[in-house]
């Protein structure tokens, strides 16, 4: 069964499913995860999306790696 990425409750172990969504549910809570500066970029949104498992801790992670490697 797929997530309600629009509704459901979302924690660092959720799953990316394959019907992953970049929904106002996961801006909230991605912007809890890193910060009020959190925005969805191409780059991003394609690493989500690269059939590679991961969690939504893992994309809050790589935000936050790709957000301190711009910044040097």
């Not at 924690?11 to 809570?29: E, G, W």
């Not at 498992?53 to 910044?71: H, I, L, P, S, Y």
Request: hydrophobic share 35%.
């Amino acid at each position: 069964m797929n997530f309600d990425w629009h509704g459901g409750a979302i924690s660092r172990t959720t799953l990316v499913d394959s019907a992953y969504k970049n929904t106002q549910n996961v801006r909230r809570f991605l912007s809890r995860q890193c910060g009020p500066e959190f925005k969805f970029d191409r780059d991003l949104m394609a690493w989500i999306r690269n059939g590679v498992e991961k969690n939504m801790g893992d994309v809050a992670d790589e935000w936050t790696r790709r957000r301190t490697r711009a910044q040097y």
